[in-house]
């Protein structure tokens, strides 16, 4: 389908105004003395100087810096258009045009090249500062292996002659009593931990949320999910965990 042109109310103003000002501006420059393509050229020298200001003045002011340069060429052009619309409306005999207006328009070109270098070479949006880029190599520190020697072997110790035994009388040997063993002690059992009650809507809005994971996944919620989309302690995570299982 064909997208239908619909005319803009504001588009067409804008256009009839830049006629009228564009003509304005060409028979001023013309009954100045500037005839033939130079007539023709007063115009869009103005009308170019105040867009370009104007494009300045919003780009200076995004970036939060100072625009007092921008607004006072948007100024000189729109007293310039300005001017001659007003001249033109009757005020003036253009048959007869005074030598100050004749100076001020042969001394707008070097005005209007003037502003429109400045426009151009003014400094623009700050430039920021990038952050580094962190380091993907980490170096790690080399592992010191310490080896532990061991002597396994023993060293032989001397040997020592054994002196000759005298007789001694027999004797009966004593029993040798067994030490009875140390009982055990048990361990002590942890007591179970007391369940954590859980109110009944927070049930029933973590079954929502359990059967939306369900249906998004294809997996059943973990208590570490449920815990992150309730904002919930682990215990109560588990417990609730506990109760959609």
């Known amino acids: 389908m ?24 060409h028979d001023l420059a013309e009954a100045a003395g500037q005839t033939g393509w130079k007539a023709w050229a007063y115009p869009v020298s103005v009308d170019l100087l105040l867009v370009a200001a104007w494009h300045r003045l919003r780009s200076l002011r995004a970036a939060g810096t100072s625009a007092r340069s921008a607004w006072t060429w948007f100024t000189v052009a729109l007293a310039a258009s300005l001017g001659a619309n007003i001249a033109t409306a009757g005020l003036l005999d253009l048959t007869d045009v005074p030598d100050w207006l004749r100076i001020l328009v042969a001394g707008w070109p070097a005005l209007a090249f003037l502003g429109g270098t400045l426009l151009v070479h003014s400094p623009g949006h700050p430039a920021v500062a990038q952050p580094a880029e962190p380091t993907t190599g980490t170096e790690e520190p080399a592992a010191v292996e310490a080896v532990i020697e061991r002597d396994d072997v023993a060293e032989p110790e001397p040997e020592i002659a054994a002196a000759p035994a005298l007789p001694s009388p027999e004797l009966e040997p004593e029993p040798v009593l067994e030490p009875a063993p140390e009982p055990v002690p048990e361990a002590a059992s942890e007591p179970a931990p007391a369940p954590v009650p859980v109110p009944p809507a927070l049930v029933a809005h973590a079954r929502k949320v359990a059967d939306d994971y369900r249906a998004r996944t294809g997996y059943p919620i973990d208590a570490d999910t449920l815990r992150s989309r309730l904002g919930v302690p682990p215990p109560m995570a588990n417990a609730i965990a506990a109760q959609l299982a």
Do not use: E, M, N
Request: aromatic residues 4%; positive net charge.
């Open 2 to 25: 064909r997208p239908t042109l619909r005319p803009d109310a504001v588009l067409v103003q804008a256009v009839i105004a830049g006629a009228l000002s564009f003509a304005h501006l």
